[in-house]
């Protein structure tokens, strides 16, 4: 340890675990973006919030930049070090430290990974509903502070609907301790949520309490082949106005050959351009009105064709071809666009979005899919093997600049549910106001004076 900042992070706080090694600064120095070369100072791994605390105001003191971490699956480059930041991971606050029958809430310490929280809601016989294919890596910590949506929301909401509570070690190395999950509060500013979507750059968010809810009924999932684009929302409209649907998530005929490249069964004899994975509850009535909507759609030129899970196992294999696309582009390394509009304004904006890559993308494969029902897209452009990754990114952030007025002119946001990290900086504008903007820094300037949290992220 020959930096002489990690001697006297070491000598305030001799119980705190570092690590050094090249290996360990590489790994945890990146997430899933793989754009940036990991150069973190060190990994600091702290196991309580008076040391998250500590560490905190040795950085303040030594004006060493902090780089909070949960599972580093996030696709903006949030958690990504590479200026001699300290990573602050928090791989070992990982408890569940309380269930409450009454408020119905699961306190949780924030680096536990989304799956376990999901399990201990099971065991109390309760559900906690944000959902997406990186349960098992993200943490709730990193799911707070990128307000994480997931294959759910157009039926249970974003990461900030479930958050009844939080602690927050700020900048300052306070404790504040937010919410306290009152279900009913009028007292000032909810200061609750400027840590949720806030990237780590306020503070680290040590512990949450969150608000869980009944189990869902048993599901039935279908996939449907359609023919058009045009035809996506319509089919959207048909199934909502007859079904709760828990999901309603959309893929290109592109997105699907690269998840059965890598294994599996074409879901029917013939290519389809484009395709839905819905799920509803399997009860009598509901399984009749998705027969008629999708009867109603095949009449209608809007489906060419379906199918419906028979059991579990089919289940989870038509959800495959939806949740696998991310993991079947990773050798890609992706430029991922991640945008919204509202969905009354989805039609519009698929169109002029359609053309617009159609003419500036002549040469990349592009890959559509999302949260449709959320009016989420995720445009993955897939850099061509003989092309070089620099050349590769300038393009897209030519074309990503294009793409930005669109959605300005259509009221949307540069960044629907992963944040704006590196990745989104320069776009910011098109999606919040100067004014805004200028709001957000003087919060930051209260919360973190040093500007030691998360430097880089969310804005300069
Ligand atoms: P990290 O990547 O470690 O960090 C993300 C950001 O949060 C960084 O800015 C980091 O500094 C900050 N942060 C982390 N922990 C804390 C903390 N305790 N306090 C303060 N700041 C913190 N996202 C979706 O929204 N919907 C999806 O459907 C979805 N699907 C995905 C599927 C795959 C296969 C993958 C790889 C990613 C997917 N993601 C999705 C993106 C990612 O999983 C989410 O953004 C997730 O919330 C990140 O959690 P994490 O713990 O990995 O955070
Ligand atoms: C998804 O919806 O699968 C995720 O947001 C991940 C991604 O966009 O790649
Ligand atoms: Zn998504």
Redesign the pocket.
């Known amino acids: 340890m020959a930096d002489p900042r990690l001697q006297s992070l070491a000598t305030a706080l001799p119980a705190l675990r570092l690590k050094t090694a090249p290996a360990d600064l590489e790994h945890y120095g990146r ?2 973006t793989r754009r940036w070369t990991p150069a973190p100072l060190a990994i600091a791994l702290p196991a309580s919030v008076e040391e998250v605390q500590a560490i905190v105001h040795w950085a303040n003191a030594n004006a060493v930049a902090i ?9 903006s480059g ?2 990504v070090a590479a200026n001699g930041e300290l990573v602050v991971s ?1 791989e070992r606050m990982t408890k569940v430290l309380g269930f409450d029958a009454v408020d119905r809430t699961l306190t949780v310490e ?2 536990i990974p989304l799956q376990r929280v999901q399990e201990a809601a099971r065991e109390h016989g309760l559900q906690y509903p944000v959902d ?3 349960r098992g ?3 709730i ?6 307000n ?4 759910r929301v157009v039926r249970y909401g974003n ?1 900030r609907e479930w958050i009844a509570g939080l602690k927050l070690v700020t900048g300052r190395g306070e404790l504040l301790e937010l919410g306290r999950s009152l279900v009913k509060n009028s007292s000032g500013y909810d200061l609750r949520h400027l ?1 949720i979507a ?3 750059t306020l ?4 512990e949450a309490t969150l608000r869980l809810t009944e189990p869902p009924p048993p599901t039935n999932v279908m996939l449907l082949a359609l023919p058009s684009f045009d035809a996506l929302m319509q089919v959207f409209a048909a199934f909502r106005q007859r079904l709760q649907l828990q999901a309603f998530e959309f893929l290109t005929d592109r997105a699907l050959a690269h998840v059965l490249a890598q294994g599996g069964q074409p879901p029917f004899a013939e290519t389809h351009p484009f395709y839905v994975v819905t799920e509803f509850a399997s009860d009598e009535a509901s399984e009749a009105e998705a027969l008629a909507a999708f009867e109603a759609c095949l009449e209608q030129g809007l489906v060419a064709d379906g199918v419906i899970s028979q059991s579990d196992s089919q289940a989870a294999q038509l959800w495959h071809l939806r949740e696998g696309i ?2 079947s582009l990773a050798r890609y390394v992706p430029y991922k666009n991640d945008v919204s509009v509202r969905i009354s304004a989805m039609p519009a904006f698929l169109a002029e979005t359609q053309e617009l890559l159609a003419s500036e993308y002549p040469h990349f494969e592009v890959v559509w899919f999302g ?1 449709i029902g959320d009016g989420n897209l995720h445009i993955n452009i897939l850099k061509p093997d003989d092309m070089a990754q620099d050349a590769f990114v300038a393009d897209c952030e030519r074309v990503t600049k294009l793409l930005a007025q669109v959605l300005k002119a259509h009221g949307g946001s540069i960044s629907a ?3 704006i ?1 590196l990745v989104k900086k320069p776009y910011l504008s098109s999606t919040r106001s100067e004014a805004e903007i200028a709001v957000m820094r003087g919060i930051k300037a209260v919360l973190d004076p040093n500007g030691i949290m ?1 430097p880089g ?1 969310l804005f300069d």
């Open positions: 997430d899933w780089v909070p971490s949960g599972g580093r699956t996030g696709l949030g958690a928090l924030a680096g997406f294919a990186a890596s993200c943490t910590g990193g799911n707070i502070a990128t994480a949506g997931g294959i990461t840590a806030s990237e780590g503070g680290i968010v040590v991310t993991e949260h549910e992963h944040g990290g998360n992220k």
